[in-house]
C-alpha cells in the first residue's frame, strides 16, 4: 500500500486529530478552528494500515475531542469494528467527561483518559486552560463513580509561575492521590512556540529521589526525547500514584503517525504520506 511504502520506522501509536478547541492554552498551536472530519479515508487508512503494521495504540486527540462528540463515537467504532487489537485513548480537558463516562461504546472501549489538569488548585487551572474546567469535587466524584480506577489519568504541563518547583510537584502529586487517581504524567513545554521557551521547566535538576520516590525505568528517542516513570509514595499510602517526566526538545524529530481528519501525516504538521 502507499501507506505502508511510506512507514519506514516500526510506528506502533497513531494519532486521530479532531480539529477545533474551547480551551485557550498559550502553549498550544493546535486549537484552530473545527474542520469536516473525512471517515471514508480515515477508514481507508486504518485498512491499509492495519496491512503493514500493528497499531498498538489509537490516540484520540485534538483540539479537544469531545466537542465533536458524534464524530469521536463514530471514529471510535470504526476502529473498534476494524478489530485492530488497539488500546484506544482519549485526550481531553475534560469538557464533557461525564458525557463520556456514561456512553456505552466510550466507556467500554476506551482504555485510557489522558486528562489535561495543570495545577491542583481550580482558579489556576482554569486560568491556564481559559475556560471553566472540571472542578476537583467533580473530579473526584467521577473518579469515585468509574469501575476501572486506572482509567481516568492526569496530564500536566510544567509551567513557569505555576507548577515549578519541588515543592508544588509534591503538593500536585498529593491531589492526584487524594483524587484517587493512580497515573500523572509530568511533561516539560515542547519548544514550538515563545509563551514555551519562556516558560520551559525541566525536572531533572530538581533532586526528586528520595524516600517517597522510586525511579523504575528511563527511556530516551535519540536526542529528541527522554521519559522517566516513578512511583510516588503519597501521605496516605494506600493510594500510591504512577507517574512519568517526559521532555521533548525536537518535537519533529520524534516520526508518529497522524491522521489529521483529512490525510494520514508524519507528524502533526508534516508530510502527508497518505
Known amino acids: 500500500s502507499e501507506a505502508g511504502k511510506a512507514v519506514e520506522n516500526p510506528y506502533v501509536n497513531l494519532f486521530v486529530r479532531f480539529k477545533g478547541c474551547n480551551a485557550k492554552c498559550l502553549f498550544c498551536e493546535y486549537a484552530d478552528t473545527a ?85 491542583y488548585d481550580d482558579d489556576l487551572n482554569n486560568k491556564i486552560l481559559g475556560f471553566t474546567a472540571l472542578s476537583s469535587d467533580k473530579l473526584k466524584e467521577l473518579q469515585n463513580k468509574v469501575e476501572n480506577k486506572n482509567l481516568i489519568q492526569l496530564s500536566c504541563n510544567l509551567i513557569k509561575n505555576y507548577i515549578d518547583n519541588p515543592e508544588d510537584i509534591y503538593k500536585f502529586l498529593e491531589y492526584t492521590s487524594e483524587l484517587g487517581i493512580k497515573q500523572v504524567g ?53 493510594n500510591i500514584v504512577k507517574f512519568y517526566y517526559k521532555n521533548t526538545s525536537k518535537p519533529m524529530d520524534i516520526e508518529i503517525l497522524v491522521f489529521d481528519g483529512e490525510n494520514l501525516r508524519i507528524n502533526f504538521d508534516g508530510k502527508i504520506i497518505f
Open 35 to 119: 474542520k469536516n472530519f473525512n471517515f471514508d479515508k480515515y477508514k481507508q487508512v486504518l485498512e491499509e494500515l492495519k496491512k503493514v503494521i500493528h497499531i498498538q495504540r489509537i490516540n484520540f486527540t485534538g483540539g479537544e475531542p469531545t466537542l465533536q462528540f458524534d464524530n469521536l463515537k463514530k471514529a471510535v467504532s470504526i476502529a473498534n469494528d476494524l478489530d485492530l487489537s488497539s488500546g484506544f485513548v482519549l485526550n481531553t480537558n475534560g469538557y464533557q467527561l461525564e458525557k463520556v463516562l456514561q456512553d456505552d461504546l466510550l466507556s467500554s472501549r476506551i482504555d485510557a483518559i489522558s486528562l489535561s489538569r495543570h495545577h
Open 186 to 238: 509530568l511533561v516539560s513545554l515542547m519548544p514550538i512556540n515563545e509563551f514555551c521557551e519562556n516558560n520551559f521547566i525541566d525536572i531533572t535538576g530538581m533532586n526528586l529521589i528520595n524516600n517517597k520516590f522510586n525511579l523504575i525505568k528511563e527511556r530516551y528517542y535519540k536526542d529528541a526525547c527522554y521519559c522517566k516513570n516513578y512511583f510516588y509514595i503519597p501521605n496516605n499510602p494506600e
